[in-house]
């Protein structure tokens, strides 16, 4: 497992930066101290976006397979327009009467099986994921919460205390089971489920012999911090039972898979043939604008809005409300989804064949345009893997294509490109991981090195 928290990131003295560059990260390290970290080992400044690109201050482009929060695009002109339109009329919260907001609410409860008709909104994934816990929690009674082994669900105290990715100097709750999942524990996939259910019954009776007891199995239903982990589809289901057997729900984190990241579905789990209890949304439902929510059956979600005292200040705000309804209408009439599993196949079949022309690509995971792209050449160690993805990473960054890496050890390369993207940027991306595994293969002759300096 990687002991660097984020592997892919500026170290000083590592790359040779233009003085205006130097001059602002240090003014940055000053004011914003430890907690903000740049990517790249030569960060990327950028001052407009537009779809596929991004364009830094000499107007180079720079073609975006990273940023999955503007699915739509980049500065989509519609979703701009439905902002600017609402803030130049009203900013106002949930406590008037606004019919936009319930056209709206309807509007996102449709996308979902029938048994999810409520919603309630958020800013953020993580305080979807904060305020599903507290839900979970109170409707079982229960303080137990399940996630797989490198899960991240974000940054309040509570979903931090349930995200192993922090890392070690982050304390896990107590109350917290960490699963293993198939496919890292390399598993054939026949078994997948019945390894799944059993790692999840495994945790449940630890929690009740310790009078915890399960409120949430809680998982990323693409499981993309441990590594972008989909197949086979409906390995999760068995675990999901048990849970449900032992008083729990299934919380369905679809912050990175939702508004139709897979393709084949709108929602991740919908790819394992399950329905939650609660899902919780977030990144890419405003394209850029802070929304969120947590969708779910009405039994948790009464019980718990009917007890406890609920309000939230600027979720569900008129803009936010107007920003994302922009955004599920562009969804559906452009067939965002459809795109994304399309252009999925396309990138699929062009990595394979790069895989096959070239070393250094062990193993190519994807559901539509969410992928892993498993780093590594035979006899490679956990380190060398590491080293090599970083490597691409970067060699991508300086040819203009922006990615980063994912999973335990970070030695696979995520890549989540927006889904408008078309099979010219699909065709550019394959050819230029072709080029990146060249100049890395070349330069690295003799061992995968992490070089210390930029060229
Ligand atoms: C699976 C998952 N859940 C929750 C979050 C937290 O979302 P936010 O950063 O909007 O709080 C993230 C963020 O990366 C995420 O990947």
């Avoid at 945790?203 to 310790?210: E, F, G, N």
């Avoid at 335990?408 to 390369?413: Q, V």
């Avoid at 989540?416 to 394959?430: G, K, M, T």
């Avoid at 050819?431 to 100049?439: E, F």
Wanted: aromatic letters at 6%.
């Amino acid at each position: 497992m990687s002991t660097d928290l984020m592997p892919n990131r500026y170290r000083p003295g590592e790359a040779t930066l233009s003085p205006r560059e130097e001059a602002l990260i240090a003014r940055r390290d000053n004011v914003l101290g430890a907690s903000y970290r740049l990517q790249y080992r030569r960060p990327v400044h950028f001052i407009r976006g537009e779809g596929m690109w991004l364009y830094d201050p000499d107007g180079r482009p720079y073609l975006d397979f990273y940023n999955n929060v503007p699915s739509l695009g980049h500065c989509h002109p519609e979703v701009n327009a439905a902002m600017a339109d609402q803030a130049g009329r009203i900013s106002a919260n949930t406590r008037y009467l606004e019919p936009r907001l319930v056209d709206y609410a309807e509007r996102l409860v449709a996308t979902f099986p029938s048994e999810i008709n409520r919603v309630v909104f958020t800013c953020t994934g993580s305080e979807s994921n904060d305020l599903a816990l507290r839900i979970a929690r109170f409707a079982s009674g229960n303080e137990g919460v399940i996630v797989s082994g490198h899960a991240y669900h974000g940054t309040s105290a509570a979903v931090a205390a349930v995200s192993p990715n922090l890392g070690d100097a982050v304390m896990l709750s107590p109350n917290v089971r960490m699963i293993a999942l198939p496919g890292p524990a390399g598993v054939p996939q026949a078994e997948a489920a019945a390894f799944f259910e059993a790692q999840v019954r495994a945790a449940i009776v630890d929690l009740k012999r310790r009078g915890i007891g399960v409120a949430a199995l809680l998982i990323d239903t693409i499981f993309s911090s441990d590594g972008v982990w989909v197949d086979p589809p409906g390995f999760i289901a068995g675990g999901v039972d048990a849970v449900r057997e032992a008083g729990g729900l299934l919380i369905a984190d679809e912050v990175q898979p939702g508004f139709g990241r897979t393709g084949s579905h709108m929602w991740g789990f919908e790819r394992h043939g399950v329905v939650p209890d609660l899902v919780t949304l977030g990144k890419p439902m405003g394209n850029g604008f802070p929304i969120g929510a947590v969708v779910g059956r009405h039994a948790p979600m009464d019980r718990f809005g009917n007890t406890a005292r609920y309000s939230n200040t600027f979720a569900g705000n008129t803009i936010g409300i107007a920003t994302a309804d922009a955004v599920l209408t562009i969804l559906q009439r452009d067939k965002i989804a459809q795109n994304a599993l399309a252009m999925g196949l396309r990138l699929r079949a062009g990595l394979e064949d790069v895989a096959r022309q070239q070393s250094g690509i062990q193993a190519i995971r994807n559901a539509g345009l969410f992928f892993g792209v498993q780093m590594g050449r035979d006899g490679m160690d956990p380190a060398g893997r590491r080293a090599m993805a970083l490597d691409v990473v970067n060699a991508l960054r300086d040819d203009g294509v922006l990615v980063s890496t994912t999973g335990a050890n970070e030695d696979a390369l995520k890549v989540r490109p927006p889904l408008i993207c078309q099979a010219e940027h699909v065709d550019a991306f394959v050819t230029a991981v072709k080029r990146a595994l060249t100049t890395v293969g070349a330069r690295a002759a003799g061992g995968w090195v992490t070089r210390t300096r930029q060229p």
